[in-house]
């Protein structure tokens, strides 16, 4: 089974998931008051069809919900899967 992690770099204002030490993937964000947009989410080509996209969401969205700030889905990959997933929609306003 391959190992999955969700790392926070700050310095870059971005969030990286790695596959076997291998990054395949990143969401950038921008610091906007309390709230953290996320603006870009991305997954290298030749990995998107394995669902981590949703993986990389939502390591993100559970390491944020860790703290006090307020998500703002600007990425519209983040937005639809605050969408369909309801556990993660108080993280947008609270």
Same mark, same amino acid.
């Given at each position: 089974? #391959?190992? $999955?992690?969700?790392? %926070?770099?700050? =310095?870059? /204002? $971005?969030?990286?998931?790695?596959?076997?030490?291998? &990054?395949?993937?990143?969401?950038?964000?921008?610091? $906007?008051? =309390?709230?953290?947009?996320?603006? %870009?989410?991305?997954?290298?080509? /030749?990995? &998107? %069809?394995?669902?981590?996209? /949703?993986?990389? @969401? #939502?390591?993100?969205? =559970?390491?944020?919900?860790?703290?006090?700030?307020?998500?703002?889905?600007?990425?519209?990959? @983040?937005?639809?899967?605050? =969408?369909?997933?309801?556990?993660? #929609?108080?993280?947008?306003? $609270?």
């Amino acid at each position: 089974m #391959q190992s $999955r992690e969700v790392r %926070h770099e700050p =310095d870059a /204002s $971005r969030y990286t998931l790695w596959v076997d030490d291998e &990054q395949v993937g990143l969401a950038d964000y921008e610091l $906007r008051g =309390d709230a953290i947009a996320i603006t %870009h989410t991305e997954i290298d080509p /030749s990995k &998107q %069809h394995g669902g981590l996209g /949703s993986v990389l @969401v #939502q390591g993100v969205l =559970d390491q944020i919900a860790e703290g006090t700030q307020r998500v703002i889905p600007a990425c519209p990959f @983040v937005a639809t899967y605050i =969408d369909n997933h309801e556990e993660y #929609q108080p993280l947008t306003t $609270r």
